[in-house]
C-alpha cells in the first residue's frame, strides 16, 4: 500500500519488467493468465463476420477477455464472480481485491499517462471511491454512489488494453480518479505488461508460451 505523502502528491507507482512480474506474484495472478485472456478476446473479435457492425468485434474482444479470465482464474484458483448492476468484477480467493476488465486509450501499457477509451457510469465511480478509502486507510464514509450499489470495501484493479493493429498493450492499474470527460485516468498504481505482438499467420498462445520474462529491475515514479 502507498503511503498517505506518495498518495496525497498524486505519483504513480509503476512496476515493470521483473518487478512487474513479482507484483503480479504477491496478487496470486502471471503474465500468461492476463495475456491469456486479453489476447482471447482479440482471437475472438478476429471472429465475427466481416458483416457485423463495428461494435459488435469491440464488445466481443471486451467480453471473451473476461470470459478467459475467469475460466483461468475460477476453475484454478477459486475466484469468484461479481455481475452486480452490470460491473463485471472477478474477485480474488481472499476477496481482498477485484478485477475489472476495459478498454484503454493508445497510453495503455507505456510510459505516458492512460485512460480508459469510454466513460465509465456511478458504479465505476464508486469503485473509485472506494479505492481512495481503501489506499488512504480513510474512516469508511461512504460517498452517495456506494451507499447506493454497496460496493464491496476493496481495491479494485483494471485490466486495460489497447490494440494498436501489430501489438496489444496491456497492464494492470489501480483507479485513483475519474476526470472531468467520464473516463478513468489518474492512478494509484500501475503494472506494466509486455505487449503481445500480432500477426496474421503466428498464433498469439504460442508467443506467450515462449516469452521470456525481462531482466530489469526498474520501479519508476512518475508525477501526475
Known sequence: MLNTATILSQET????????????????????????????GYKMKKKKSKYAPPICKSISFWENTIVMLREQLIKNFGWSI?????????????????IVISSGNANVGKNSNPSTLNKKGQLSAAVVDVNNVVQLSLFPIQSTKTKKYNVERIPHWFLLYYNDGNKIWMELSLPREIGKDGRISSWFQRII????????????????????????????????
Open 13 to 40: 507507482l509503476m512496476f515493470k519488467g521483473i518487478d512487474a512480474i513479482n507484483k503480479l506474484k504477491e496478487m496470486g495472478l502471471t503474465y500468461e493468465i492476463l495475456a491469456n485472456a486479453t489476447s482471447n
Open 82 to 98: 461479481c455481475d452486480d448492476f452490470n460491473l463485471n468484477r472477478t474477485i480474488s480467493p481472499k476477496k481482498d481485491f477485484a
Open 193 to 224: 505488461l509486455e505487449p503481445i505482438e500480432i500477426t496474421s499467420n503466428i498464433d498469439i498462445e504460442h508467443k506467450i508460451k515462449e516469452r521470456k520474462s525481462e531482466a530489469d529491475f526498474d520501479i519508476d515514479i512518475s508525477k501526475k
